[in-house]
């Protein structure tokens, strides 16, 4: 089999070169990722002004990578430019929440029918054994304090699962982009999410279970009935404390 160029071992002035040219993209990757886990650690709010100094301490990374940064997060909507503010994290409105979940329906909706004909039984039976822990865990009366994180691993990636398997870098990127808006979205309803963990474990549950059946129309309906849910308790946490502006 023949090794992609990509992969093949570099002779000492072929990593000099790679060292000169490719270290830029791969600070600026880095720094990508790291903005995505403060999104998802819930360390960046929605609405907040931050600098690009801020972002090197938040990032770890040297002022050259956030300022390459910057545009990518500004074209994925993620951040924009404020005049003499600095740079500000995208706010949660109706028009992002009603966007960043047209988009969640239209992509999974081809994932789901994709996953039904190629996810094993020993896949789904990992899936269900997953969820039915974590759901065991959220059921007890003191749930324990990383039950959150471990929760959103698995709500997650089940999702990022079913997106990856089709196979389409393209779709997977806009969908990896498209959920961290709905993390902001998340962060800004605060107060309902420790209370989202049970139903939406239930609502993966129901939809494994028609995959584990072959029930390919059951359980396309199961996770879009999941996804509309999943808008309409955001929305109802954070109309009531009035974290939303404007009406539905």
Do not use: C
């Not at 992002?96 to 020993?122: C, D, G, K, P």
């Amino acid at each position: 089999m023949n090794t992609p160029a990509a992969t093949r071992p570099a002779g000492p002035r072929q990593a000099a070169q790679a060292g000169v040219e490719r270290s830029p993209v791969t600070q600026r990757s880095r720094a990508y990722q790291g903005f995505q886990q403060q999104i998802i650690d819930a360390r960046i709010r929605p609405g907040q002004f931050v600098s690009q100094r801020e972002l090197m301490e938040l990032l770890e990374m040297p002022l050259a990578a956030v300022r390459e940064l910057v545009p990518r997060l500004e074209a994925a909507g993620l951040i924009k430019a404020v005049p003499q503010r600095g740079l500000q994290i995208a706010s949660v409105d109706m028009k992002l929440i009603r966007n960043a979940w047209q988009v969640r329906a239209m992509v999974e909706r081809e994932a789901v029918v994709h996953f039904a004909r190629v996810a094993s039984a020993e896949t789904i039976a990992g899936l269900i054994e997953a969820h039915e822990a974590i759901l065991e865990r959220a059921l007890k009366p003191q749930p324990d304090a990383q039950l959150e994180k471990d929760a959103q691993a698995v709500d997650w990636g089940l999702h990022d699962l079913m997106v990856d398997s089709i196979g389409n870098e393209i779709l997977s990127e806009i969908y990896r982009v498209n959920s961290l808006h709905v993390r902001l979205i998340r962060y800004d309803a605060d107060s309902m999410r420790p209370v989202q963990v049970v139903p939406a474990m239930r609502e993966h549950l129901q939809f494994l279970h028609a995959l584990a059946a072959k029930d390919g129309e059951g359980a396309l309906a199961h996770m879009m009935a999941h996804i509309e849910e999943s808008k309409h308790r955001v929305l109802t946490g954070m109309l009531r404390v009035g974290q939303l502006p404007g009406s539905v």
